[in-house]
């Protein structure tokens, strides 16, 4: 799969993710997967952004995760740690460039 078509998977679930959250609207019984839930939690505050740049960046961040990881359905429940530590080593290669960058 693509990374375009990854992209809109994850804006997908991320739309079906925050309106299951403030519950606007009808109630969704959609349940995400563990890996879904664990990851757009992980990053919620550059999902939530109001600058569409970041909002982007996360997005493909997630989107170019490992194929295995990136099922509509969760067949292993013990990726989820997998994933977040995935999710925790992006998010310390960010902050190590922006640190280096400023000096």
């Known amino acids: 799969m693509e990374v375009e078509d990854r992209e809109k998977v994850v804006r997908h ?5 925050t309106q299951r959250q403030s519950g606007s609207g009808r109630r ?3 349940r995400l997967p563990r890996f879904w839930q664990e990851a757009f939690e992980a990053a919620y505050d550059p999902l939530s952004s109001d600058v569409p740049a970041v909002r982007n960046a ?11 990881f990136i099922n509509v359905v969760d067949p292993f429940p013990l990726q989820s740690k997998g994933i977040r530590e995935h ?3 992006i998010k310390e290669t960010k ?5 280096g960058s400023n000096s």
Do not use: F, G, Q
């Open 95 to 99: 902050k190590s460039k922006e640190i």
């Open 13 to 17: 679930l991320w739309d079906l993710y």
């Open 28 to 30: 969704s019984t959609t």
């Open 87 to 89: 999710l925790r080593k």
């Open 58 to 68: 996360a997005v493909s961040e997630i989107a170019k995760m490992p194929i295995r």
